[in-house]
């Protein structure tokens, strides 16, 4: 009976020895999860608001333009009327309306294993805020025509009256360099100017989707990113390189 009662003890304290180990115990994640927004995001506008999730960058922009615009009211302190180098400027019979955007776009961003179209609208955010459209008018037309409503920064508003790029946006280029960065794309490549090392980029140097990799100043290591040049497509080419993100308006 002794034995007994020593063998039972044994057990219950080796149990409760088992069930403390099992309470306390605690497991340290093999890589720490951070939401910090990566640094290069810094170089957007103020009035474009960014977060991060561990996966995705969402940025929030209303679209207006930071340069002056023809496109804006005569009573806006931002109009100023066209003053570029293109005769046959045309305004269209739009106006520049705030926009509630949001782009959410992969932080890190890889290759697609299909290559989506860019559909018709925003395919991407310039660091000021403003859209990035294709290389194509509405309906999927050249832009031939189109291009002689670009004011004197390179930009229009549509029916709606938002503001975008499909072109190289001279405000930015202008005041960041000829070889900075632009922005981003749905699919979370950057888009850099027309130039990298004080060469100027032509469509020959680029691939099918109007990107090349090398190195860049916010990527030392090196990363796939889209180039604006002077010839159609001018900043993007046949699609996404990368799997895109969304955009909502």
């Given at each position: 009976?002794?034995?007994?009662?020593?063998?039972?003890?044994?057990?219950?304290?080796?149990?409760?020895?088992?069930?403390?180990?099992?309470?306390?115990?605690?497991?340290?994640?093999?890589?720490?999860?951070?939401?910090?927004?990566?640094?290069?995001?810094?170089?957007?506008?103020?009035?474009?608001?960014?977060?991060?999730?561990?996966?995705?960058?969402?940025?929030?922009?209303?679209?207006?333009?930071?340069?002056?615009?023809?496109?804006?009211?005569?009573?806006?302190?931002?109009?100023?009327?066209?003053?570029?180098?293109?005769?046959?400027?045309?305004?269209?019979?739009?106006?520049?309306?705030?926009?509630?955007?949001?782009?959410?776009?992969?932080?890190?961003?890889?290759?697609?294993?299909?290559?989506?179209?860019?559909?018709?609208?925003?395919?991407?955010?310039s660091i000021n805020g403003v859209p990035i459209f294709n290389q194509f008018a509405a309906a999927g037309a050249a832009?031939?025509a189109e291009i002689n409503s670009f004011d004197q920064y390179n930009g229009h508003p549509?029916?709606?009256?938002?503001?975008?790029?499909?072109?190289?946006?001279?405000?930015?280029?202008?005041?960041?360099?000829?070889?900075?960065?632009?922005?981003?794309?749905?699919?979370?490549?950057?888009?850099?100017?027309?130039?990298?090392?004080?060469?100027?980029?032509?469509?020959?140097?680029?691939?099918?989707?109007?990107?090349?990799?090398?190195?860049?100043?916010?990527?030392?290591?090196?990363?796939?990113?889209?180039?604006?040049?002077?010839?159609?497509?001018?900043?993007?080419?046949?699609?996404?390189?990368?799997?895109?993100?969304?955009?909502?308006?």
């Amino acid at each position: 009976m002794k034995q007994t009662l020593l063998a039972f003890a044994a057990f219950a304290a080796a149990a409760t020895i088992n069930y403390s180990c099992k309470k306390t115990a605690t497991v340290t994640p093999a890589t720490p999860i951070t939401t910090t927004v990566p640094a290069v995001f810094a170089k957007f506008s103020s009035t474009v608001t960014i977060s991060f999730d561990g996966s995705f960058i969402t940025l929030k922009s209303n679209g207006l333009p930071d340069h002056k615009s023809p496109y804006y009211g005569v009573s806006n302190a931002k109009y100023e009327a066209y003053n570029g180098t293109n005769a046959a400027y045309m305004q269209n019979p739009n106006s520049i309306i705030t926009q509630n955007l949001t782009f959410k776009i992969p932080a890190s961003p890889t290759a697609a294993t299909t290559h989506d179209a860019t559909p018709g609208g925003p395919i991407g955010i310039s660091i000021n805020g403003v859209p990035i459209f294709n290389q194509f008018a509405a309906a999927g037309a050249a832009l031939t025509a189109e291009i002689n409503s670009f004011d004197q920064y390179n930009g229009h508003p549509q029916m709606n009256g938002q503001y975008h790029y499909h072109v190289e946006p001279l405000y930015i280029t202008a005041t960041k360099g000829k070889n900075a960065l632009i922005g981003f794309l749905l699919d979370g490549f950057p888009i850099y100017g027309p130039q990298e090392n004080g060469i100027t980029i032509t469509n020959a140097m680029l691939d099918v989707y109007h990107g090349h990799t090398s190195v860049t100043a916010d990527y030392p290591a090196g990363i796939y990113h889209y180039h604006i040049t002077a010839d159609a497509p001018y900043i993007n080419g046949n699609g996404f390189y990368g799997t895109k993100g969304t955009v909502t308006q």
